[in-house]
């Protein structure tokens, strides 16, 4: 009887075990990262009896859960992938909404600037109209200066939030390390501990926000993470801090470090793989370089050839034209892990329609000089320490620097901010030519005057000098001021003729002894030459072969395309991501459904294991019975 009595007892048990572990699952259906448990069963060896092999019941051999780990595998890189594309999609979507108004900001600050620019040429000698003017630049000054603030904000932002999020893929980093010790311990019964594994892997979900990383299961039951460059992050029970610090060969970069014990290293953006760590280095170390370099171009571009053209006229004292803004400058500077510290680098502008959106990068190593530009990885090399290239003067100095030494020169970043207004009176703006020319009425040829108009980019000091021409024929004249006289000059229709800083377009032909006077603009308010020459600035080629006017709308669109392209990558990452989730839940999730089906068969189960232990018992009293 103890057989059919030990019969039951197991099957009572296994159903017990049964109802519970569906209850359980129903308990837990609606936890993150739970996965649906079973329990495995299986028949005892049976006992020989009379030659025969007789059943003895059932084994509860172990409580498993579902679990597939190519699914939770894809699931996890969907999971990282999604994190990094969102986080980059949240950031452009901020630097797009900054440009999206054409009706605000720099883009209409351009607009009418020139405008006023405009408005001025037409009433030069109008205090009103070079007020409306001087506001207009100090408008435009200030948006530039607002944009490059804000773009500068978004970068403090970010590295807040990059922080944040160091130290909670860090967390994960310490709690996987701990459940690595917990798990390794409880295999050493035989059997999976099954809600350590899934908090484990609910803790690796939760990292692959953070940052992307791998994992190589242990042969005792952990699990060792690595980033994406196969970096440990957690080995055993033993985790890695993530960290960042200043870039020492830029002090507006940062740097992503792993320290495990004594030892700090540096990962490159690259090695880090993705994560929402991924998608905000991206945006840092690329996407909002990118748009201050091309907005500080534009006002570097912009400054630069205003205040070129000013200078070369006549303000409403007769002056000679002063900056309107306040000149930029390139920024250049040596890493400060630099060997030798005395080597300095300077830079300035050489031709601003030349300048590149980048930042460039000099190194040194065995007597040779390497610059490269940043944007597409160009490079020129020098033996001297010089570099004259995209409208750049890059020098060093106190060299030769020691191996491996680094510089680097910025020469737009940081244009945008540093834009301001450099004159106070509207009186100032100099609308003028400081010469005009005059033709004796004593002439007798049709030689007649198109156009005077002062060529720099430098103001010539004899730009004023009063200066004759005089023809000698058809197609020879002298000219003079008095301090410098030229002979025998070949006059040609339509040729200009250039002295003392001056070009002066002629058509006609003169006669012998015809002159032409160039002389000092005195008391020229009402002439609007500089003004007109200002004005013409706006359709200019002037910023990477495109004019002042649709620079900043280029700016604009490569904005708004980078910013559809993260909208547009972050939702087809997130569809990704949910198919790779459904796919994970269809095999490890709870179906209610279906635990609801389990419960009634377990519960017959107890059920008829019940009336085996009673049958058995009904029996034994018979047997008793007989006895007495």
Do not use: C
């Not at 507006?252 to 880090?272: D, E, H, N, R, Y």
């Amino acid at each position: 009887m103890s057989g059919i009595f030990s019969i039951g007892t197991s099957a009572l048990d296994a159903a017990y075990l049964a109802l519970r572990t569906a209850g359980n699952n129903v308990a837990n259906a609606s936890t993150p990262g739970y996965s649906r448990q079973t329990v495995m069963l299986s028949a005892q060896t049976g006992a020989q009896i009379g030659g025969m092999y007789v059943g003895q019941g059932v084994a509860v051999s172990d409580v498993q859960r579902v679990y597939n780990s190519f699914l939770n595998s894809a699931a996890n890189n969907a999971q990282a992938a999604a994190s990094s594309a969102d986080a980059r999609a949240a950031q452009m979507n901020q630097v797009d909404n900054l440009f999206s108004d054409p009706t605000s900001g720099v883009g209409a600050a351009i607009n009418s600037f020139f405008q006023q620019v405009q408005s001025l040429s037409q009433q030069p000698s109008d205090p009103a109209s070079r007020q409306a003017m001087l506001s207009a630049a100090n408008q435009l000054a200030a948006g530039f200066a607002d944009a490059g603030s804000t773009l500068q904000q978004y970068r403090t932002d970010t590295d807040t939030q990059i922080n944040l999020q160091l130290d909670s893929a860090n967390r994960y980093a310490t709690q996987i390390a701990t459940l690595n010790n917990q798990i390794a311990l409880a295999q050493g019964s035989g059997h999976q501990p099954n809600d350590l594994l899934d908090q484990r892997d609910t803790a690796i979900r939760n990292l692959n926000q953070a940052v992307r990383v791998t994992t190589v299961p242990q042969s005792d039951g952990s699990i060792n993470v690595f980033l994406g460059s196969g970096q440990a992050l957690v080995v055993g029970a033993q985790s890695m801090q993530l960290g960042s610090q200043v870039d020492p060969t830029d002090p507006q970069s940062i740097q992503i470090t792993v320290k495990g014990g004594a030892t700090t290293s540096v990962l490159s953006p690259s090695m880090v793989g993705g994560g929402t760590i991924g998608g905000l280095l991206q945006f840092r170390l690329q996407d909002l370089p990118t748009v201050e370099n091309e907005l500080g171009r534009l006002a570097v571009t912009l400054t630069d050839q205003v205040n070129t053209q000013q200078k070369l006229g006549n303000d409403a004292n007769g002056n000679a034209g002063v900056n309107l803004f306040t000149p930029i400058q390139p920024t250049a500077f040596p890493a400060t892990s630099n060997g030798n510290p005395a080597t300095t680098i300077s830079a300035s502008y050489t031709d601003t329609t030349q300048l590149q959106a980048s930042d460039y990068r000099v190194d040194y190593s065995g007597g040779t000089y390497t610059l490269t530009r940043l944007s597409d990885n160009t490079t020129w090399t020098s033996n001297t320490p010089s570099f004259s290239q995209d409208g750049l003067s890059i020098t060093l100095s106190n060299t030769p620097p020691a191996n491996g030494d680094t510089f680097m020169v910025q020469p737009v970043r940081g244009g945008a901010r540093s834009m301001s207004v450099a004159i106070s009176q509207p009186s100032q703006i100099a609308a003028a030519s400081p010469v005009r020319v005059s033709a004796p009425a004593t002439n007798t040829g049709s030689v007649g005057v198109d156009s005077l108009s002062v060529v720099g980019p430098v103001r010539n000091p004899a730009v004023a000098n009063s200066t004759t021409i005089t023809f000698t024929g058809a197609n020879t004249y002298n000219i003079s001021d008095g301090v410098t006289t030229l002979t025998g000059q070949t006059y040609t229709a339509g040729t200009p003729v250039t002295f003392n800083g001056w070009q002066l377009a002629l058509h006609g032909t003169p006669a012998a002894g015809d002159q032409l006077n160039v002389v000092p603009n005195t008391g020229g308010i009402g002439d609007n030459t500089n003004a007109l020459a200002m004005s013409a600035l706006q359709n200019k080629a002037l910023v990477s072969g495109g004019a002042l006017s649709g620079a900043f709308a280029a700016v604009v669109a490569r904005v708004g395309a980078d910013t559809q392209t993260a909208q547009s990558l972050s939702k087809t990452q997130d569809s990704i991501l949910q198919d790779a989730v459904n796919a994970e839940s269809s095999v490890s999730g709870v179906n209610l459904d279906e635990e609801a089906a389990n419960l009634m068969q377990y519960q017959q189960q107890y059920q008829a294991a019940a009336k085996v232990i009673a049958t058995a018992s009904t029996i034994f009293d018979s047997i008793l019975a007989i006895m007495q």
